[in-house]
Nanobody, 120 residues
Framework: QVQLVESGGGLVQPGGSLRLSCAVS????????MSWYRQTPGKGREFVAR????????NYADSLKGRFTISRDNTKNTVYLQMNSLKPEDTAVYYC?????????????WGQGTQVTVSS
C-alpha cells in the first residue's frame, strides 16, 4: 500500500503563490503516476496536474497551464505542486493521488487533502 500526506495549504492573497507538498510512503516502487486534483463544495474532483514516474512526463488541466507546475523529489519521496498567480477561483481542497500497478492489478490512493484559500 501507498500512503499520502499533503501539506502546504493555507490562505494567500490573489496573485500570490503557494507550494503544496505530498509525502509519499509505502510501496512507492509500484507507483506509475502522481497527480493533483482539487475539489470545491458541491463539485466533483477536478484534475489539476499529472506526472508519470517512468518518463517523468507531465500534463495539466488546460485552464491551469502556465500557472501550476508539478514536480517530484525522488530523494524525499515527495511530489509538489507549485501554484503561482493564484486567483480566488483556485480556492479548493487539493488532493494528492497516485496510481500503482502490481502485476496486472491497478490501484489508486488519495491523500486527505489540504485547503487552499485565495482571498484578500
Amino acid at each position: 500500500q501507498v500512503q499520502l500526506v499533503e501539506s502546504g495549504g493555507g490562505l494567500v492573497q490573489p496573485g500570490g503563490s503557494l507550494r503544496l507538498s505530498c509525502a509519499v510512503s509505502g510501496f512507492t516502487s509500484s507507483i506509475t503516476a502522481m497527480s493533483w486534483y482539487r475539489q470545491t463544495p458541491g463539485k466533483g474532483r477536478e484534475f489539476v496536474a499529472r506526472l508519470t514516474t517512468s518518463g517523468a512526463s507531465t500534463n495539466y488541466a488546460d485552464s491551469l497551464k502556465g500557472r501550476f507546475t508539478i514536480s517530484r523529489d525522488n530523494t524525499k519521496n515527495t511530489v509538489y505542486l507549485q501554484m503561482n498567480s493564484l486567483k480566488p477561483e483556485d480556492t479548493a481542497v487539493y488532493y494528492c493521488h497516485t496510481t500503482e500497478k502490481i502485476g496486472f492489478v491497478t490501484n489508486t490512493t488519495w491523500g486527505q487533502g489540504t485547503q487552499v484559500t485565495v482571498s484578500s
